[in-house]
């Protein structure tokens, strides 16, 4: 069956559309844009896929995505693992300071601690972007909204 190009209308093999008289000769198809890397996967995916290898997968989605709430969460894992490691250094150098005065020990507690901490919000944050919801981190997801918002 064929279809007018310019109504829709059933036309047959007519040469004329019957319902709007539109000429049904030689039409140039209509090319279709290029689509993006990832246009074949959902929003949810995506997101959640740009916190799986942090900083990485966040970059590689930043970059190759423009989707709005893709390029959100990409941004999201970039700052988030940014911040991850500015946690661990001055922790690092907190506790550096207290095993020179024999206080060491604190850090068998913390360290533990900390990465239990970010695992269940690097969960949590794969979570929320599976089920499409565009949750922010305080400080971090101001961040991530201006830059994703180009």
Not at 136 to 149: C, D, F, K, Q, R
Request: aromatic share 16%; proline share 5%; net charge positive.
């Amino acid at each position: 069956m064929a279809f007018c190009g310019s109504c829709g209308a059933e036309v047959g093999g007519a040469a004329f559309c019957p319902k709007c008289g539109s000429s049904q000769g030689a039409s140039v198809p209509a090319v279709a844009p290029a689509a993006s890397p990832t246009a074949g996967m959902d929003e949810n995916v995506a997101g959640l896929l740009a916190y799986i290898l942090g900083w990485v997968t966040g970059l590689i989605f930043f970059l190759i995505d423009k989707r709005p709430f893709v390029r959100f969460h990409a941004a999201q894992s970039i700052i988030f693992n940014i911040a991850i490691f500015v946690v661990y250094f001055a922790v690092f150098i907190g506790f550096s300071l207290f095993r020179a005065i024999g206080l060491g020990f604190f850090a068998l507690f913390i360290y533990p601690v900390i990465g239990l901490l970010v695992f269940v919000a690097w969960l949590f944050l794969m979570y929320k972007a599976y089920q499409h919801e565009k949750f922010s981190l305080p400080i971090i997801g101001g961040i991530a909204e201006s830059m994703a918002g180009k």
